[in-house]
């Protein structure tokens, strides 16, 4: 599994937004949070995805991708608030990887390939945000993100159906790397 930046001029390629159209419906309707329910609604994933992308080819945010030797199984995205007073962070949004290829370290190698991506940009912190109660900051606790906060009730997956959403931080300097204990480094 191979971590690559698109650069702009690439995103537009219709065999990348295939793949990265496959792997959001197929990650949706395996439960995954990453922004819509199952069954997925493929028109409202396109148009999403399409916009996502449009965004990395003004050059505004970087998309970070997922190859197996075959074909694209995953993405991130590190999306810019387009404040100057916030240049120094970004938005982790829209990580996910084919359930296909899940359970073997896949999701390690995309969050460890975006978190370089993020030092090579010069940033000092990463922001997320995920889904309480699927236990997923236990996936990003060890990469070196922290729970600083929670939005209650934020998420409506139904009308009778509320989940709070959880934001994550991770310092990116040096010295943060190595005051985590216990954190579990993709190698």
């Not at 309707?29 to 819509?36: I, L, P, Q, W």
């Not at 939005?151 to 790397?177: G, K, T, W």
Request: aromatic share 6%; net charge negative; charged share 20%.
């Amino acid at each position: 599994m191979k971590y690559l930046v698109k650069d702009p001029d690439e995103v537009l390629d219709p065999g990348l937004r295939a793949d990265l159209l496959d792997t959001w419906v197929a990650a949706t309707n395996a439960g995954g949070a990453v922004g819509f329910t199952a069954p997925a609604p493929v028109g409202q994933i396109a148009e999403t995805l399409d916009a996502a992308l449009g965004r990395v080819a003004a050059g505004l945010d970087l998309l970070g991708v997922l190859h197996n030797g075959e074909r694209y199984v995953g993405m991130g995205l590190l999306v810019s608030r387009g404040s100057w007073l916030q240049e120094h962070w970004r938005t982790v949004l829209r990580v996910m990887v084919h359930p296909e290829h899940q359970g073997n370290g896949a999701g390690c190698v995309l969050m460890e390939g975006l978190r370089g991506s993020a030092v090579d940009l010069g940033l000092e912190q990463l922001q997320l945000t995920i889904r309480d109660g699927l236990g997923l900051e236990k996936f990003y606790g060890p990469l070196g993100y922290r729970v600083v906060g929670t939005h209650p009730r934020a998420i409506r997956l139904a009308p009778d159906d509320y989940r709070d959403e959880l934001m994550l931080v991770q310092d990116l300097s040096p010295a943060s790397r190595q005051e985590v204990s216990g954190v579990r480094w993709c190698t």
